[in-house]
């Protein structure tokens, strides 16, 4: 079956992922959007495991105050390459980390990365991370992090 070209185009605006996983997940679930998206996800997970290994040694230092200004957080998200890094998609990634860092005060990287994304709880932020790396097509890792309150 070939793929739908409308929900294609439409997948792809949502997502941002790749016409060619978008035209073979269309195929291989045939049409079904939501099937589609539960095989992009998949498919994007297991991507992001294969690159887990790769060197980050590009990125960027996030800072996110709260609107109080008493409570801030720093983070350092980083990737392969500073071509992903000045990405939007790969800013977005550490300013909602840097939030969340706020939000929520995880005690060290690994219980941010535990912890359920405030702005979705049916996502972990380990989700969020591998999701952004199967878009972005390289390794990102949460360097380190920070919360500062007054």
């Not at 997502?15 to 498919?43: Q, Y």
């Not at 800013?91 to 979705?120: C, F, G, W």
Request: aromatic letters at 4%; glycine letters at 4%; a negative charge.
């Amino acid at each position: 079956m070939s793929a739908d070209l409308k929900l294609l185009k439409k997948l792809r605006e949502e997502t941002g992922v790749s016409i060619a996983d978008i035209r073979m997940a269309l195929e291989e679930t045939g049409n079904d959007e939501k099937k589609t998206i539960e095989w992009l996800k998949k498919h994007g997970i297991e991507k992001a495991d294969k690159k887990a290994q790769r060197e980050t040694s590009q990125g960027l230092v996030e800072a996110y105050v709260h609107q109080n200004g008493k409570i801030g957080a720093v983070v350092v998200l980083t990737c392969e390459t500073d071509f992903v890094a000045r990405t939007e998609d790969f800013k977005h990634l550490a300013h909602e980390l840097a939030m969340q860092v706020a939000a929520l005060n995880p005690k060290s990287v690994k219980d941010l990365t535990e912890q359920e994304y405030i702005r979705d709880a049916s996502v972990k932020i380990s989700d969020l991370v591998k999701q952004t790396i199967a878009k972005l097509g390289e390794n990102i890792t949460i360097a380190e992090i920070k919360r500062f309150e007054i």
